[in-house]
Structures are given as C-alpha cells and as structure tokens.
C-alpha cells in the first residue's frame, strides 16, 4: 500500500464548547456531525436555520489517529494530499504545527515525514472563525470592498474569504456557514519519484488525426521508469532530470467526443503509473472554439465543437447541498442525469459556489454535458491587492491545472455579475474609474494565470459581459457576448419582455416558484401551509419573491383556490416565463446559440428559481425543458402578421418531421388542422407553418393552438399557443380527468381540453411527461420512471389550470 487513507471517522469538538464531543466523518461538515449527534436540529426544517447560527460564531477541532509503520518511514517523503479545506484550518501532527490553509480552494501537498513517528500519530485540524477574520481583512483594506451584505450575504465581508459565497446565506440559500474537508485525506508515500501533474494537449492536423502530447510532472533524479497508457498504446519513459518527461501518442482517426444530441462521448483511458503512484484520466477527443466573430449584429457568442455550431441548452448549477457531506455522488448522478433527460447539453458551475469535485467533471465527460466554468467570485467586488492576488493566484493555477483535461469544460470564465456589481454600491458608483481599474487588475490576474496553464480554451471576463475590456451593460445590450436577462423576474416585466430581446447567449434567465405540496410536506410543520407563514417566509430568501409569484397570479390567472393551488399554479407561471424565453430565442437561431436559465437546482428546500427541487424532484418547468430543449422542437412565434411554427433541429443529422397543427375551442371541438411534412436539415431553424393574421376571422379568445410532431430518433413533441396570454380572461372549461394505471404507465383521458395536466406524489421518481395539454378524445399514456411505485400508486394527484380555481 503506497497511500495511507484517513477518510472516515474523526472526532469533533470546540474550544467554545468543551462538553461536545462527537464523531464525524471525513469528508464532511461540522453542521452534519452536529446534527447526525442530535446536537442540532436539522437546519432545513421549519425556522431551524436560526437557532443553528452559533454554529459558525465557534472554532471547531476536528481530530484523529493513525499508524505508521518503519517501512513507510523509510521512504523519501510522505505527503499529505488535501483539498477542499474549509477554510481557515491549522493542521498539526503530534501536536506541532505543521501547515495553514487559507484557502477553500486550494489543493495541498505537504511533506510530513520530518512531523511523522513509528506506532501511533495524531493529526489535529483546527478551524478558526472566518467571520471574525473577514472584518480584520476588511480594516486592513487601503479603500473600501463592498458586498452583497442582506440581499444575498447574511454576513459582512465575506468576499475577503476565500470560501464558497453562498455558505453564508444567497436569496435562495440558507445561512449556514460550514467548516470541514470535503475530499479525500491521503498520505502518498513517495520513494524515488513524486509524481505531480499530468497535463495532455492535442493537437490536431489536417488529416484529421490527433496527436495526444502527455506532459508528467515530477520530482526525481534522472532514468526512474514511467510507464504511459493512453488507450490502447502504451510507453516505457524514464524520468528526465527537469521533472518533465513528455510522452507523443497520435491517434489516426479519433473517435471524437460530442456534446450530448450531437454525437457520442467516447474517452480514452490515460494512466500514468511510477513508483507506486498513479494518475487516471478519461480523455475526450474533440476541438472546441468560441467563435466571438464580429458580424452585422454586434459579435457572436457561438461554441463550435469539432467545427460544428452549437447551440448550448442547460441551466446555471449551484453546490448540491448546503451541508457539503450530503453532496453524494448518487446525487450528483440524478442532478446531471435529470439534465440530459431534459435535453440539456450545457450546465453552467456558478461563480458564487464552488469549483466542483472530481466526479462532477467525470460525470460530464461521460454524459456529454459541456461546462461553462465561472472561477469563484459573484455579486460582491473584490479587492486587488497583493495580499489578496497571493491569495487567489494558486487557487486559480490548482484549479486549472486539475480541470483543464476534461474534455466537457468549454469555457473558462472570470466571475459572476462582478462587471455588474460596479453599478449596486455608492462606494463604487461615486468613484467608478478608481473600482473599474481596480476590477480589472485582478480579472487581467485571471486572465494571466488562466492563458499560462490553459491555452487551449478562452477567457471570458464575467458573465455577464460584453466582450473584453467592455465593461457595458450586458443586463441589456442584446447584440453581443453573453446576457444575464432579468428584467422579468427582478425587474417585474411582464412575461412578453423575453420576446423584446435576441440574445447572442443568454445565460441567466429565471423565474420563482414555490417548492411542490409534495416537497413542502418534507419541511414544513402542517401549521404553516401557508404562503405567508414563518417557515415559508424563513425560506425565501429573495426579499420580494413571495410579493412577485402572487402579483404575476394576479395578471395571468384566476386567483388559486387554495394552498395546494397556489404550490402548483406557481409552477405553471415558472414553466411558461423560461417556455417563453427559451422557445423565442430559439426560434431566433444562429442569432441565438445559447440559453442557460437560473438555476437547475437547490441547496436545501426552498422557494427559488430551480427546474428541480431539493429532493430531486422535477418541477413543471423541468417537464417543459425536456420539450423546448428537445433537439427537434416546434417553437410557435408570432410576428406582426401572422402566427407561425418553426420547426428547429439541433443535431447534426437531417430529421425527416411529421405532424400537425391544429386549432381547437374549449370544448375540444377541432376548428382547423393543417399536415406538418417535411425534411428539416442538420442546425436547421426554419418556419414550417404560418396563419396571417388578415385570414383569422375568429375572436382571439375563441381558440387555442396547438402542435404535435414526430421527427426521426426523437419521442413526439407537443407544444401549445394560446392568442391571449392572459388565462384569467380565457373561457377554459372545467376538465375532468379520468386516469387509469396500466402497469407502470398511468393513461389519462380528458373531457375537455386540459392544460398543464401535471402528476405528482409523494415520492421523487419522475414520469415519461408531464405538465402537458391533453386534447379532450386524446388518450395520453405517461410511464412512471421511478422505483416507489406504491407510494406513487397511493399518493398520485393530478392537476390542472381549469381545476386550480
Ligand atoms: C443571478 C445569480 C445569482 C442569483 C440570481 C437570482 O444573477 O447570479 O446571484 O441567485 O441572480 O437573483
């Protein structure tokens, strides 16, 4: 055995609080042992967030024991492999100091041998408050920094720490400020050879073939043996005396790697092995560019892969849990799978969490999710002074260094909404020259440190931004660089706003809605299924969310009839604000080639913007990203003259599409159909159907229309248009619908005409579809996909706009 694993069981305990003492487990939280030992409640229940916060007004210990033996003394080093340290920790073996993070970011190497003695070992990690820390940095600062102190922030100065942002509270996450190591702890022994790195480049020729060049680094004297496995080819090196041994493998025609919807993600295995160390990758080969060329509109924002146009479809991605020891890797695996079962093929890792764990890339290699990948700074400035820039310099270089192989990251980007962030203070409103330089001297940092380690991919100042040195209004300027639009939710825009801009890349967009009933009964004491009660209130955080969701009811519906009501009418008024915006800007193809809303998921259950709850249940607006993210969609747009369907192929095959669009009245009767036939190309956006408006001699209130279609190597897609946003005005039909089990499928019948007919239960598993429009004399078949199929049996509900007032 050449490593020596210290994962698992750990005491815990506190200088404050000398009469805790109870176990955790590595990797792990503080705020998880503590409630695992009944120390405290669970802080996602009910108001509990409060009563938790000493917690973090403490400095913990955490601390273990371990053997080594003379064999393992013996070797030349043993180092200790840390990262994710979080944050301020001292680490001591046998009661002396051996080494102190700063940095949640960092990865460490350091050599314990000379702190080491044969038989039993103690190590110690001690974890100082970082809130008492970040007011000391904030006094020594030559001006102020100011941050998002009460909208996101629930304590000052955080953006002086190098810690994940959100631990100390966002507008859709709880205040829970965590200390602990959230990867594995291991002693590598070394003997003749300190592996380091391993770094792969491609390059491709013109012939279609790569050439893979392995860069190893390490520490040795000349001649120790390497060997290099990159597929099937293998190399014998011996190590040269600069510490960089290089291997050239080359690959005459690669089977190349493919964002999901536009190919396949093979990997070839990379493993390099010395001294009874070694290093594993999975390599993807492909080329990608981010085409930024200027055009008649402004510039593109277009990622090209294998020099194919794509159009990237996800959502923004917050930390898995607000307790890092419940962020597992099965959740991992139902978060990015959830996303690809929507069509997506892009997720953006947001600035405001955290550069995430090893398995989240792997997994996104495999799934062909491409990553846009923000470096962690977000809604906050930050400072630009040497002390600070020593802090961030080798985050940025470790981060880099561990990530840049995957072939999923497409994007290196410097932050989040910082450019912006000049505009909210009257620090640096008052004074913007002096806090734009000073932005730009640690972003140019970034830039730096990001080219040196990385030449392969681009650096893209912020999101959002303009450009390089564009320090505009990315929030509005639709003609170049990537868009934050949020005119709707925080700006109160009606819901046709999204049609009033054509982005180049829009990667935040977002609408609220409140948690599920079947969520809410996870959290929520049955005294407070209420809207406005304390845990509700305790769990939003965005101060005017519950204000926003119940005005938009009043301008889009008949007030909801009761609690369960309101739960879901509030998904439906998340799923049709992004439906609108994705489904226009895709319509709006190759001016568009991007849409990523906010946000995917959520941290602990809450009110937010996510398509998917805590629990890892889909919300409505999940069901409806499977359909408008489809890569064969059929967007209905209206322009002045007339309604029309495009029909929008994201994939590199030509797509033969049949279907129909039909006009129907409340009460299910089929006022006008028209065939849908035709082959649609490979990256095609075309319109395939229009009504001028001078021919529609009906009331617009009258009717509503709708499309079903069937493309090649796609499931059938539906998509529904009503002439009249407002639902309130509409004389929809009460609809009663009839479901039947069938094994595991439910078949759904309506009467009337039924929209937004949406499953829920109990359970998380999902089903094949929801929240669809069911045409009455339509059977609709819907696979449950989940494994609890009892509960799901037992606590099936079936919701609908008509039955919601
Ligand atoms: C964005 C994000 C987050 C935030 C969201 C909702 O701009 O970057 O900071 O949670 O808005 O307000």
């Known amino acids: 055995m050449s490593t020596i694993c210290l994962d698992g069981a750990w005491s815990l305990t ?23 030992a009944e120390v405290i409640e669970d802080p996602y229940h009910g108001v509990n967030e409060k009563d938790v916060q000493w917690v973090a007004q403490s400095e913990w210990i955490i601390e273990r024991t371990f053997e080594i033996s003379a064999e393992q003394l013996a070797c030349q080093f043993l180092d200790l492999h840390l990262s994710r340290v979080d944050t301020l920790a001292t680490i001591s073996i046998n009661g002396n100091s051996v080494f102190t993070c700063s940095n949640m970011f960092r990865v460490h190497r350091i050599d314990l041998k000379r702190f080491l003695r044969e038989g039993d070992n103690r ?10 820390e970040a007011k000391r940095r904030a006094q020594q600062l030559p001006f102020p920094i ?16 190098r810690k994940t942002q959100c631990h100390s509270g966002w507008d859709w996450g709880i205040c829970l400020v965590v200390s602990g190591i959230y990867d594995s702890i291991q002693i590598q022994q070394v003997k003749q050879i300190r592996l380091e790195q391993v770094k792969t480049e491609q390059n491709w020729l013109p012939n279609g073939g790569v050439e893979v060049l392995v860069t190893v680094v390490h520490q040795s004297v000349a001649g120790v043996p390497i060997e290099v496995n990159f597929g099937s080819q293998n190399m014998n090196l011996l190590s040269s005396a600069d510490g960089i041994t290089t291997a050239r493998f080359y690959e005459e025609s690669p089977n190349l790697w493919w964002p999901v919807g536009y190919g396949d993600q093979p990997l070839y295995q990379l493993r390099v092995s010395t001294d009874e160390q070694e290093i594993c990758k999975r390599i993807g080969l492909r080329r990608l560019e981010l085409n930024n060329e200027t055009d008649n509109i402004g510039s593109a924002m277009e990622f090209r892969v294998n020099g194919f146009p794509i159009m990237s479809k996800g959502a923004n991605w917050i930390p898995v849990d607000a307790m ?12 990015l799978r959830s996303a690809v079962d929507a069509n997506m093929n892009m997720i953006r890792v947001w600035g405001g969490g955290q550069y995430e764990s090893d398995y989240f890339y792997e997994l996104c290699d495999e799934l062909g999710l491409l990553v846009w990948q923000d470096m962690m700074f977000a809604c906050s400035l930050y400072p630009s002074t040497p002390e600070f820039i020593a802090d ?46 000073n932005y730009d001297r640690l972003n140019r940092k970034l830039n730096d440190i990001i080219v040196q380690e990385d030449p392969s991919r681009c650096f893209w100042p912020s999101s959002p931004c303009n450009g390089g040195l564009d320090f505009g209004d990315a929030w509005h300027e639709d003609n170049r660089g990537d868009m934050h639009f949020w005119d709707v939710w925080h700006s109160g825009g009606s819901f046709d706003a999204y049609l009033g801009i054509k982005p180049r890349f829009c990667s935040e967009f977002g609408f609220q809605s409140w948690p599920s009933f079947a969520e809410v009964k996870t959290f929520v004491p049955e005294d407070d299924w209420n809207v406005t009660s304390p845990t509700f209130e305790s769990h939003q955080k965005n101060n005017s969310g519950n204000s926003i969701i119940t005005e938009m009811f009043t301008r889009y519906f008949r007030f909801p009839k009761g609690f369960e009501q309101m739960l879901y009418l509030s998904q439906v008024q998340q799923a049709i604000a992004i439906k609108t915006g994705c489904e226009y800007w895709r319509a709006q193809s190759p001016i568009c080639r991007g849409m990523l809303f906010w946000q995917l998921n959520d941290n602990w259950p809450v009110s937010s913007w996510s398509s998917i709850e805590y629990s890892g249940r889909w919300k409505q607006l999940h069901y409806h990203a499977r359909r408008f993210y489809s890569p064969v969609y059929c967007p209905f747009v209206e322009t002045e003259d007339a309604i029309t369907v495009h029909l929008s192929n994201n994939s590199r095959e030509n797509r033969q599409v049949a279907g129909r669009v039909v006009r129907v009245d409340w009460h299910g009767e089929i006022l006008g159909e028209w065939p849908i036939a035709m082959e649609l190309k490979a990256d095609q956006n075309i319109i395939a159907w229009q009504l001028p408006k001078a021919e529609w001699e009906f009331d617009e209130h009258s009717s509503f229309f709708h499309v079903t279609i069937e493309a090649t190597g796609s499931d059938v897609n539906q998509n529904t248009w009503f002439t009249e946003p407002k639902f309130k005005s509409l004389n929809l039909q ?28 109990d359970g998380v598993g999902r089903f094949s579809d929801s929240s669809f429009t069911l045409l009455s004399g339509e059977m609709k078949r819907v696979r449950y996909l989940g494994e609890d199929k009892a509960l799901m049996l037992e606590s099936l509900r079936v919701y609908d706009l008509s039955n919601s007032y």
């Open 734 to 761: 009460r609809a009663n619908i009839q479901v039947e089990v069938d094994g595991d499928s439910i078949l759904l019948t309506s009467d009337k005409p039924a929209f937004f007919v949406h499953l829920e239960h």
């Open 392 to 437: 961030v310099e080798p985050e940025i270089r470790d981060q880099i260094q561990r990530l840049r192989d995957h072939a999923c990251i497409a994007l290196w980007c410097g932050d989040n909404e910082v450019i912006g962030a000049l505009n909210w203070y009257d620090e640096s409103r008052n004074n913007r020259d002096k806090y734009a330089v």
């Open 324 to 335: 890092p020891s419940k962020q597992t890797a099965k959740r991992y695996e139902t978060l």
């Open 146 to 161: 100011p941050s998002s102190m009460g909208a996101n922030n629930q304590l000052p100065h955080m953006n002086l720490i």
């Open 123 to 132: 190590i110690q990690v001690h974890f100082a408050r970082v809130d008492i």
């Open 14 to 36: 506190s200088p404050q609080h000398p009469e805790i003492s109870v176990p955790i487990t590595l990797p792990g939280d503080n705020y998880h042992a503590l409630m695992n």
